[in-house]
T-cell receptor, first 114, second 110 residues
Framework: NAGVTQTPKFQVLKTGQSMTLQCAQDMNHEYMSWYRQDPGMGLRLIHY???????DQGEVPNGYNVSRSTTEDFPLRLLSAAPSQTSVYFC?????????????FGNGTRLTVT | GQQLNQSPQSMFIQEGEDVSMNCTSSSIFNTWLWYKQEPGEGPVLLIALYKAGELTSNGRLTAQFGITRKDSFLNISASIPSDVGIYFC??????????FGQGTRLTINP
């Protein structure tokens, strides 16, 4: 059982470049989300989705776009990368949108923007 | 956004010692969760708390949901080397958003 799979594991971008961080889950989870992790700041929610075709903003959405065309996939797009977006990005999912079920996390994508 | 204040930020202990860390907030949370993160991996859920006053154990780990619903603590008894990692508290802000504390980095000297 693969769980939550994130690709790539590492990425280096130049300022202004665009890229998509991939996230896929094989658990048929309705809820998926993206977090960024920065030293001393814990994990901060970027965007989330409660089901295919539905997305919403989290705490730090600026500079990021998401879409949810299928239940399995929830890609995160950086349209014009900035050094402030250097971070470790985690995708997470859970069975329902309610607070009763725990999040399952992927192993992260470490992004460096120069 | 909602902030969870987690302390201490880091701990350096000897193997076998007990560990205590806590999380506080200025607002009420309906759920408190404790996660552990090891290097190169995503956080993994340790304990989930759903009721004010609830005390839950998972092996050597014990966590409590504060009566005021604004705080939670996690204790680890008789620490072992594999307890090393970063521990995060988290709380639900509504049903959709999970807010995390800043993390407590635990280092254990054998």
């Amino acid at each position: 059982n693969a769980g939550v799979t994130q690709t790539p594991k590492f990425q280096v971008l130049k300022t202004g470049q665009s890229m998509t961080l991939q996230c896929a889950q094989d658990m048929n989870h309705e809820y998926m989300s993206w977090y960024r992790q920065d030293p001393g700041m814990g994990l901060r929610l970027i965007h989330y989705s409660v089901g295919a075709g539905i997305t919403d903003q989290g705490e730090v959405p600026n500079g990021y776009n998401v879409s949810r065309s299928t239940t399995e996939d929830f890609p995160l797009r950086l349209l014009s990368a900035a050094p402030s977006q250097t971070s470790v990005y985690f995708c997470a999912s859970r069975p329902t949108s309610g607070s009763g079920s725990p999040l399952h996390f992927g192993n992260g994508t470490r992004l460096t923007v120069t | 956004g909602q902030q969870l204040n987690q302390s201490p930020q880091s701990m350096f202990i000897q193997e076998g010692e007990d560990v205590s860390m806590n999380c506080t907030s200025s607002s009420i949370f309906n759920t408190w969760l404790w996660y552990k993160q090891e290097p190169g991996e995503g956080p993994v859920l340790l304990i989930a708390l759903y009721k004010a006053g609830e005390l839950t154990s998972n092996g050597r780990l014990t966590a409590q949901f504060g009566i005021t619903r604004k705080d939670s603590f996690l204790n680890i008894s008789a620490s072992i080397p594999s307890d090393v990692g970063i521990y995060f508290c988290a709380g639900h802000q509504g049903a959709q958003k999970l807010v995390f504390g800043q993390g407590t980095r635990l280092t254990i000297n054998p």
